[in-house]
C-alpha cells in the first residue's frame, strides 16, 4: 500500500511541489534585491571613507616652520643687504667679513622680539672670538624706540633702519621675528621662524662653523 508521499504528497494528502518552495524565477529576482542592496552598502561606506580622507587631509597638523614656526635649512644666497643704520652710520653686507653671519629681523613693538633679545646678546659675546657676526634689521619701527631698545639691552650689532619693511622683504620673512644663519660663503643655511633661544641658535651657528671646518681639513 502506498504511502500519501510516495507520490508526492505530504501526510495530509496535499502535493508537495512547487507549491511550498521557490521557482527559479523568484530565487533570480530576491538574488538581484540583495546584489544590489549589497553594492548600495558597499557604495555608501565607499562614500564615508572618501569623505572622512578628505576631512582628515584638510584637518591634518602642518609641519611647515613658516607656518607654525620653528627651523628650516635653507639654501639660498643672502640678498644684499644696506642701507642706514639705526644709530647712523651706513650698513652694508657686501663690506662685511664673517665666519658666520646671523642676521635678526626684530621691531619694539614685537613682544617675543624683546623675549629674545637677551639670548642674541649672549649668543653674540660668546661667537665673538670666532669672527661670527651679528646684524639687525629694525622693520617698519619708530626710530626713536629702536635708539632706546639699542641702549636698554647693550645691543653692540650693528642693525639697519627698515622704515617701509623693503630690506626685511628680502629676506622672505613671513613674520617676527625671525633670524637667518649664513655661511661664509654667504649661503642661507637656517632660517629661525619665530622667537629663539641662546641654545637653539649656538647649535645651529656650531653646524655651520664646523661643516666648514670639515670642508677645509
Do not use: K
Request: glycine share 8%; charged share 30%; aromatic share 8%.
Amino acid at each position: 500500500m502506498r504511502r500519501a508521499s510516495d507520490d508526492g504528497r505530504d501526510g495530509r494528502g496535499h502535493l508537495t511541489t512547487s507549491v511550498d518552495e521557490p521557482t527559479a524565477r523568484q530565487e533570480d529576482r530576491v538574488g538581484r534585491r540583495e546584489g544590489r542592496r549589497t553594492w548600495g552598502i558597499v557604495a555608501s561606506i565607499a562614500s564615508i571613507v572618501v569623505v572622512v580622507g578628505i576631512l582628515a587631509y584638510a584637518l591634518r597638523p602642518t609641519t611647515d616652520p613658516r607656518v607654525e614656526g620653528g627651523v628650516a635649512e635653507l639654501d639660498d644666497p643672502l640678498p644684499r643687504l644696506q642701507g642706514e643704520g639705526v644709530a647712523g652710520a651706513a650698513v652694508d653686507t657686501d663690506a662685511m667679513e664673517w665666519s658666520a653671519l646671523v642676521v635678526n629681523v626684530w621691531a619694539t613693538w614685537c613682544e617675543p622680539c624683546r623675549r629674545e633679545q637677551p639670548a642674541l646678546r649672549q649668543v653674540r659675546s660668546d661667537f665673538e672670538a670666532r669672527d661670527v657676526e651679528f646684524l639687525g634689521v629694525d622693520y617698519r619701527d619708530d626710530r626713536a624706540a629702536a635708539m632706546r631698545w639699542i641702549e636698554d639691552f647693550d645691543v653692540s650689532y650693528p642693525s639697519l633702519h627698515d622704515p617701509d619693511g623693503r630690506t626685511a622683504a628680502l629676506l622672505g620673512f613671513p613674520f617676527l621675528p625671525d633670524t637667518y644663519v649664513v655661511d661664509a660663503s654667504g649661503t642661507m643655511r637656517y632660517a629661525i621662524y619665530g622667537e629663539t633661544n641662546a641654545e637653539e641658535l649656538s647649535g645651529l651657528i656650531e653646524e655651520v662653523l664646523a661643516e666648514q671646518d670639515a670642508a677645509e681639513a
